[in-house]
């Protein structure tokens, strides 16, 4: 089973960056360049929200309108890790963050659905 590992998050003041990483291991049958990865972000009470999503070659990304223009992401399939660069940080950002893999990559940023491996999240707290 593919197994996902965050880091990178903590408290940050907002205006502030923060960059989160996801490093995979035990992938079979596909290699780490062919899933699909994705940042999702859930806070108590509420639906898990798709951030951005990444192709597996990096060709091509997507993201939530509400992170347009602050967070990117990026892959580097040699280093098996992907990272989300979060730039200009919002309280409304705090979240708990999480990276997935999936087969194909959704046509929109959806909540999860056809990722199959997650990984246990990491904290992201914005003070304002």
């Known amino acids: 089973q593919v197994q996902l590992v965050e880091s990178g998050g903590g408290s940050v003041q907002a205006g502030g960056s923060l960059r989160l990483s996801c490093e995979a291991s035990g992938y079979t049958g596909y290699t780490y360049s062919n899933y699909c990865m994705g940042w999702f972000r859930q806070t108590p009470g509420k639906e898990r929200e798709g951030v951005a999503v990444i192709s ?3 060709g091509f990304t997507r993201y939530t309108d509400s992170v347009k223009g602050r967070f990117t992401i990026s892959r580097d399939n040699a280093k098996n890790t992907l990272y989300l660069q979060m730039n200009s940080v ?3 950002d705090t979240a708990m963050y999480y990276c997935a893999a999936g087969k194909y990559c959704p046509v929109v940023v959806n909540t999860g659905q056809g990722f ?4 246990q999240g990491t904290q992201v707290t914005v003070s304002s």
Not at 116 to 119: A, L, S, T
């Open 90 to 92: 919002k309280p409304e």
């Open 56 to 58: 597996g070659s990096g």
């Open 116 to 119: 199959d491996y997650w990984g």
